[in-house]
């Protein structure tokens, strides 16, 4: 399991407190003494150190938390809000990509296919996950789970988190760029309702390529960037420590994304981000879900696609000189 | 064959004219040009003579939006539309410079308003569609602009029944319009969705280099994809890749050549021949329009 070294530096003092508080408890319990008054004053306390911490997150905490080691993935939420989950494999062209999941899952009964990038919580698994970035394979998979789900009418819901699509000789050999080209053309024209879950980050075309769909929504914590922080600050700044200042500039974090027309639903996270409570971060992700794909199921598939496209040719903002 | 030559015969005299390519390493009397590839000095006279490639090793240099549209379009056929969209400031974006502080300094360089010019035009008789970027406005990036243009220049194929024609040079999408940028890839990809299904052909023309977000939407998503020689065709940077994977990459890497031998385009052709051989393509997709047609009436 995670270790100490998971929590964000400005996590910890609240970590510390909570600590105390629980230590206290145990004390207290242990020798029978009353401590209620003490405990009383801390809880107090804590209240407002959360409050302070949290109200006020920079664009590069909220970075952070994006990608906190703590943070619930693609299959915690799946086994959180699904009833029933049968995992798909392959692309059947050259190989599993371990990046990508996929399968059969039930929400409240109904089916929908569920698709999505998947980061490992150590470093063991995270090898075996590639950090959660994908190589053509991966999204070749998610293409197919797609057609799949047209075929038999099911809605797909696809949960983003992921760094990027792998940068490496093997990801070009086999076409990076057809791969995600290839979702972008077809994620236009998928016959179903199709919602997008950003959970974590959102890394520019290699998450952007499993989430062309009716609906984006976007957990309060989580970032969706055209480019990282730091690979910006590379090239803007000439220096990666500048990515707190990239971070800003880029408008990443979620409140940003809805203010920007980008996103059609902020999910709220508890207090402290997804990580501090997961059953209730997919409890209320769960309750968004269920809210558009039952919306969307009741258009026409003509009134779908013409909504979808309507709602990506109005991207952008530009000016007539 | 006969009105083929002798129409590039008559293009052939105009490009020395019209091919005017970055000045970048131009040696001081203006005479000369120093091939980035080879090293070697060639008369800047010559080198419009063959479209600004080396006649040592055969090096593509870089040339504009304007150099290329008027080397694929029949002669003065070109009219420019959608010069109104431009781009602005959506994030009050400010690096150690300011967007629209760069914006401007790109404007008043390259005398362009945005990375793409879009247009109608001809090329062998035919009416497309034709988009070309230019690499020397911030890197031929895809920004809000970018993507407005070209889907309004799909839009303006459906409408009248062309082709499209783009020719691709960009480092990617804009890093100082964000998201909105990143967006761009959706929207020109779901509008080229809507092309398909009017089965309109789209040649996709891929110069050095086409990278990242364009290579990952557009620039992939041609019937025909053509590369001209030597050209960074890729989704990654080279660097980056580098970074990622610490060993040295394979000389060729991510070049056109690549790129083929990969199955990621179809063909390489040299600056000389894009014409014609554009046309050849656009002839065969009238054909098979056409007979499309015939069959229809033909089951009436």
């Given at each position: 399991m995670a270790t100490d070294s998971t929590w964000l530096d400005f996590e910890k003092p609240i970590i510390e407190l909570e600590r105390r508080m629980q230590d206290l408890k145990d004390f207290g319990s242990k020798e029978s003494i009353e401590f209620s008054a003490e405990l009383k004053r801390l809880e107090h306390r804590l209240a407002k150190l959360k409050e302070e911490i949290y109200s006020g997150l920079s664009s590069w905490q909220k970075v952070q938390l994006a990608r906190h080691p703590r943070r619930p993935y693609t299959l915690d939420y799946v086994e959180s809000i699904c009833s029933y989950f049968v995992e798909l494999h392959g692309d059947r062209t050259f190989r599993d990509d371990k990046a990508v999941i996929g399968g059969l899952a039930e929400i409240e009964g109904r089916p929908i296919m569920v698709i999505g990038q998947q980061k490992g919580r150590n470093t063991k698994e995270n090898l075996y996950r590639n950090f959660g970035m994908p190589h053509p394979e991966g999204y070749r998979k998610a293409l197919r789970l797609m057609h799949v789900a047209v075929k038999f009418n099911c809605p797909i819901v696809s949960f983003i988190d992921t760094p990027g699509a792998f940068p490496g000789v093997g990801a070009e050999e086999r076409g990076q760029s057809e791969a995600i080209a290839r979702n972008l053309r077809e994620m236009a024209t998928v016959p179903v309702p199709f919602v997008v879950a950003v959970i974590g980050e959102g890394g520019s075309g290699g998450a952007l390529a499993m989430a062309v769909g009716d609906a984006i929504l976007m957990m309060e914590n989580a970032i969706y960037s055209v480019i990282t922080p730091e690979g910006c600050a590379a090239i803007?700044?000439?220096?990666?420590?500048?990515a707190p200042q990239a971070a800003e500039a880029l408008r990443l974090t979620a409140t940003d994304l809805h203010e920007l027309g980008v996103v059609d639903e902020l999910v709220p996270e508890p207090l402290g981000g997804a990580h501090r409570d997961v059953t209730s971060a997919a409890a209320t992700l769960k309750e968004a879900l269920l809210r558009w794909l039952d919306d969307l199921s009741r258009l026409s598939t003509e009134e779908l696609l013409s909504r979808r496209a309507a709602k990506y040719r109005a991207m952008g903002v530009f000016e007539r000189g | 064959m006969a009105e083929e030559t002798e129409d590039r015969g008559s293009w052939l005299a105009k490009t020395s004219e019209s091919l005017?390519?970055?000045?970048?390493?131009?040696?001081p009397n203006g005479l000369w040009v120093k091939c980035d590839e080879c090293q070697e000095f060639i008369y800047q006279k010559e080198l419009e003579r063959t479209y600004w490639?080396?006649?040592?090793?055969g090096y593509h240099f870089r040339i504009s939006a304007k150099g290329y549209i008027d080397l694929l379009?029949?002669?003065?056929s070109f009219q420019e539309h959608f010069s109104e969209i431009i781009s602005c400031d959506p994030l009050k974006f400010r690096d150690s410079k300011k967007y629209v502080d760069r914006l401007k300094q790109a404007r008043e360089k390259t005398?362009?308003?945005?990375s793409i010019t879009t247009g109608r035009s001809r090329v062998g008789g035919h009416p497309v569609g034709l988009g070309a970027m230019d690499f020397a406005f911030l890197g031929g990036s895809l920004a809000s602009a970018v993507g407005e243009k070209i889907t309004l220049l799909i839009e303006l194929c459906i409408d009248y029944g062309m082709p499209l024609v783009i020719v691709c040079s960009s480092g990617?999408?804009?890093?100082?319009e964000g998201i909105l940028s990143l967006m761009q890839m959706a929207k020109v990809s779901s509008s080229l969705a809507a092309l398909a299904q009017k089965r309109l052909p789209y040649v996709s023309i891929l110069t050095n280099p086409t990278t990242a977000g364009v290579s990952a939407s557009y620039?992939?998503?041609?019937?025909i994809i053509i590369a001209e020689p030597g050209a960074l065709v890729g989704f990654a940077g080279p660097r980056v890749i580098e970074q990622t994977i610490n060993q040295e990459l394979p000389p060729?890497?991510?070049?056109s050549e690549f790129a083929l031998e990969h199955g990621m385009v179809d063909m390489i052709v040299t600056r000389g021949e894009l014409r014609s051989t554009l046309i050849r393509i656009l002839d065969f997709f009238q054909k098979t329009t056409r007979l499309w047609e015939r069959d229809a009436a033909s089951q009436v």
């Amino acid at each position: 399991m995670a270790t100490d070294s998971t929590w964000l530096d400005f996590e910890k003092p609240i970590i510390e407190l909570e600590r105390r508080m629980q230590d206290l408890k145990d004390f207290g319990s242990k020798e029978s003494i009353e401590f209620s008054a003490e405990l009383k004053r801390l809880e107090h306390r804590l209240a407002k150190l959360k409050e302070e911490i949290y109200s006020g997150l920079s664009s590069w905490q909220k970075v952070q938390l994006a990608r906190h080691p703590r943070r619930p993935y693609t299959l915690d939420y799946v086994e959180s809000i699904c009833s029933y989950f049968v995992e798909l494999h392959g692309d059947r062209t050259f190989r599993d990509d371990k990046a990508v999941i996929g399968g059969l899952a039930e929400i409240e009964g109904r089916p929908i296919m569920v698709i999505g990038q998947q980061k490992g919580r150590n470093t063991k698994e995270n090898l075996y996950r590639n950090f959660g970035m994908p190589h053509p394979e991966g999204y070749r998979k998610a293409l197919r789970l797609m057609h799949v789900a047209v075929k038999f009418n099911c809605p797909i819901v696809s949960f983003i988190d992921t760094p990027g699509a792998f940068p490496g000789v093997g990801a070009e050999e086999r076409g990076q760029s057809e791969a995600i080209a290839r979702n972008l053309r077809e994620m236009a024209t998928v016959p179903v309702p199709f919602v997008v879950a950003v959970i974590g980050e959102g890394g520019s075309g290699g998450a952007l390529a499993m989430a062309v769909g009716d609906a984006i929504l976007m957990m309060e914590n989580a970032i969706y960037s055209v480019i990282t922080p730091e690979g910006c600050a590379a090239i803007l700044w000439r220096d990666r420590a500048r990515a707190p200042q990239a971070a800003e500039a880029l408008r990443l974090t979620a409140t940003d994304l809805h203010e920007l027309g980008v996103v059609d639903e902020l999910v709220p996270e508890p207090l402290g981000g997804a990580h501090r409570d997961v059953t209730s971060a997919a409890a209320t992700l769960k309750e968004a879900l269920l809210r558009w794909l039952d919306d969307l199921s009741r258009l026409s598939t003509e009134e779908l696609l013409s909504r979808r496209a309507a709602k990506y040719r109005a991207m952008g903002v530009f000016e007539r000189g | 064959m006969a009105e083929e030559t002798e129409d590039r015969g008559s293009w052939l005299a105009k490009t020395s004219e019209s091919l005017k390519a970055k000045k970048k390493r131009e040696l001081p009397n203006g005479l000369w040009v120093k091939c980035d590839e080879c090293q070697e000095f060639i008369y800047q006279k010559e080198l419009e003579r063959t479209y600004w490639i080396c006649r040592k090793c055969g090096y593509h240099f870089r040339i504009s939006a304007k150099g290329y549209i008027d080397l694929l379009s029949d002669s003065g056929s070109f009219q420019e539309h959608f010069s109104e969209i431009i781009s602005c400031d959506p994030l009050k974006f400010r690096d150690s410079k300011k967007y629209v502080d760069r914006l401007k300094q790109a404007r008043e360089k390259t005398g362009l308003k945005e990375s793409i010019t879009t247009g109608r035009s001809r090329v062998g008789g035919h009416p497309v569609g034709l988009g070309a970027m230019d690499f020397a406005f911030l890197g031929g990036s895809l920004a809000s602009a970018v993507g407005e243009k070209i889907t309004l220049l799909i839009e303006l194929c459906i409408d009248y029944g062309m082709p499209l024609v783009i020719v691709c040079s960009s480092g990617g999408a804009r890093m100082q319009e964000g998201i909105l940028s990143l967006m761009q890839m959706a929207k020109v990809s779901s509008s080229l969705a809507a092309l398909a299904q009017k089965r309109l052909p789209y040649v996709s023309i891929l110069t050095n280099p086409t990278t990242a977000g364009v290579s990952a939407s557009y620039a992939s998503l041609g019937d025909i994809i053509i590369a001209e020689p030597g050209a960074l065709v890729g989704f990654a940077g080279p660097r980056v890749i580098e970074q990622t994977i610490n060993q040295e990459l394979p000389p060729g890497f991510q070049r056109s050549e690549f790129a083929l031998e990969h199955g990621m385009v179809d063909m390489i052709v040299t600056r000389g021949e894009l014409r014609s051989t554009l046309i050849r393509i656009l002839d065969f997709f009238q054909k098979t329009t056409r007979l499309w047609e015939r069959d229809a009436a033909s089951q009436v």
